[in-house]
Each structure stands twice: as C-alpha cells, then as structure tokens.
C-alpha cells in the first residue's frame, strides 16, 4: 500500500512510522530553538537537542556491543553473489592516466554503480545480475580501491571529475547514477556540476546530506589516528577488529552478513593503498565532529528525478538525511528499507533491487 510523503509525493514500501526520535517530525526535527549553541554548528536539519545526539549514539554503542555475542551468528550460508544467467566480467580502462578496474554486465541503458570508501565494486556483487537483465551496469573500483589505481586526490568533488572521465572513457553520455554512502556524495557533485550527464539520481544512505556520522568514523580524523589505525590494521588482530567495526556498525543484523564479503574485507590489508586510501578520504570528508562536505542546501537546483532509498537503522548516518534531502528535492521519492542498516545492497539486496527497478521502470522514458 502507498503511503503519504512529506510533500505528498508517495513512498512505496517505506516504513509507516516517520517520526524521528522523541516524536519529531518525518525529518527528525522539533521545532527551532533561538539562540541554542546545538543548532549553530549542526545547522537546520540536525535534531535539535543535545540529548538526541546522545540516543543515536548510545544506540551505536549498544549495537557494537551486542556484536561481542553475536559473532557467532555470522552466517556462513548466506546466497553467494553468482551470476546465475548474467556474465559479469571485469575490465580495464585508462581514466585521466589512472588505470581504472571496473565491473559490468548487461544490455540496455547505462546504470552506474558507485561504492563508498572502505569498499569496492565487488559490494554490488548481489544485486548486479538481477539489475543487469534490463540495464547496462557498470561498477568502477573507485582510485585507491581495489585493483584502480592511487590517485593523487580524495576529494569528492575530485571523484566526480573521475566519474565524469570515466563516462567519457566508456562513451556514455548520460546515465543512471547510483551512489551509496561516499559513492552518494560524488554522484552529487556530478549532478550539480554537470547535470546534463544525469538521467535518474539514486543516493542510497548517502554521505553529504548531514553533519552527523558515527563516531568511529570521525575519529580517523584527529592527528595520527587514522594513520595508527592503517598500522594496526596490517596485524591479524587489527584485520578482524576492522572487519568488527564494519559490521557492528554499517549491517543491522549480523546473521545477513554474507561469507564473501567476510573474506574480501579480511583481505584488505593486503591490497596495496586500500587502508590509505580508506583513512584519506575520510580525513577529507569529515572532521571530529562530523562532516565537512554537506550539499543538502543545494539540493533544490537538482531537477532530475531522484530516489532516496535509505536502510531505517543505519548506524552511519542517521534517516533523517534521507528525509531532509527528498524534502529539497524537486523531484524526490524517499523509500526506507525497514530493519536496515548503512548498505541496503548487501543486507537486503532484494528490497533494494525491488525499490530501484520500480523506481527507474517510472522514469524510463
């Protein structure tokens, strides 16, 4: 059954309940407070008390902390991401002098696929084959992870000149974007820049809507943590501790985390740059209280159709961005993934495929 938006446009298969934390509104907002110290650093769209902020994160802590006991609930079972019927195949090309990995599939209109730092193009492994049957899907390993190259350059809005390069490479003059978490970021500041490049936007729990992030993350960010972290992390009981860290904290539910993911993320210190290029993008994006990046004022100039797809318990960064940004959309759909987290592609690949196929079947023309 549909249900109301914010603005009146329909949510399809969102959760029911859109209030934020304390009864506040499908934003997360009470109703503004002069002169309260809170709302001159977090801005308009963060919640409005002190004590707000302190019940996400508590929820975080008390989350991580159930992880301890649920370790052994890590299923080994989980569906692998075969291809069935879809050949997947990973190919090469230059992009602006960095040699650029990419996986694609399928025949149709293009739709890009951009991961978020600490990841790689392999996270769209689970959802590839059932969006390839009508689309041309191409999923770039991102500079600095996985087999692409080291750029020279973190920077969102540098991503975006990559991504902008990488179409042109591929002779793609407009696509579907899709970007989660960083990878949401960058195809922002495309769609800003170059919008004509943009057919259909999808941000999926993305980054640069808010200032608000988890904590764990923004610590990476003060003097000689993050290179400390990357140190610990070449050790075998750094490795698994990240590998805890990323799965107490970006999956809501510890028995969906599938096996292969387990295996490539505890192989990531072996990946020439990966951890490096992991703590610099963050130390670009963020500060220790939160993000720096935040585009969510200049949301209204964005005329393309966009889907907001967000997972309900993210642990990263809150709902509420979610709901902020499709409000200053002119063209938003805003559809929350129920019982959730931060990567809707990996927990709940077939709500995510579900949500994006409905979504881009409306807009095809």
């Known amino acids: 059954m549909e249900t109301p938006m914010l603005d009146g446009r329909k949510d399809h298969g969102g959760i029911a309940d859109r209030r934020g ?6 934003r997360g907002q009470s109703s503004p407070r002069s002169g309260d110290p809170f709302d001159a650093f977090w801005g308009a769209d963060a919640w409005r008390s002190a004590f707000d902020l302190m019940s996400w994160g508590q929820d975080q802590v008390e989350r991580m902390m159930r992880m301890w006991v649920d370790q052994a609930r890590i299923s080994t079972e989980q569906p692998r991401s075969t291809s069935g019927d879809v050949a997947i195949e990973e190919r090469q090309v230059d992009v602006g002098g960095l040699g650029t990995r990419y996986l694609t599939a399928g025949e ?15 996270s769209w492994l689970w959802v590839i084959p059932a969006l390839a049957r009508r689309h041309k899907v191409y999923a770039p390993f991102l500079p600095g992870f996985g087999t692409s190259a080291d750029p020279v350059d973190c920077t969102p809005k540098f991503l975006a000149g990559f991504l902008r390069e990488f179409l042109d490479a591929l002779g793609i003059g407009q696509a579907t974007l899709v970007g989660n978490s960083t990878g949401g970021l960058v195809a922002l500041h495309l769609a800003l820049s170059d919008p004509q490049r943009v057919a259909t936007l999808v941000l999926v729990d993305s980054a640069g809507l808010g200032r608000e992030v988890n904590p764990a993350l923004a610590m990476l960010t003060l003097p000689g943590v993050g290179e400390a972290a990357v140190n610990l992390t070449r050790t075998p009981l750094g490795a698994a501790q990240r590998v805890w860290l990323y799965v107490a904290t970006q999956f809501w539910r510890s028995e969906r985390v599938p096996k292969e993911w387990l295996v490539e993320h505890f192989g990531v210190p072996g990946v020439p740059g990966f951890l490096e290029a992991t703590v610099r993008v963050k130390q670009v994006m963020l500060s220790p209280l939160g993000q720096v990046d935040v585009v969510l004022d200049e949301l209204p100039r964005l005329t393309m159709p966009t889907l907001v797809l967000w997972g309900a318990n993210d642990l990263v960064v809150p709902v509420h961005h979610g709901r902020a940004a499709a409000a200053r959309l002119p063209h938003a759909r805003l559809e929350v993934i129920p019982d959730c987290g931060h990567l809707p592609q990996l927990e709940r690949p077939d709500r995510f495929v579900s949500a994006l196929r409905r979504f881009l079947a409306e807009h095809a023309a």
């Open 21 to 26: 934390p304390n009864g506040k509104d499908g």
């Open 108 to 122: 149709g209109p293009p739709l890009v696929l951009l991961h978020g730092d600490g990841h790689s193009a392999r």
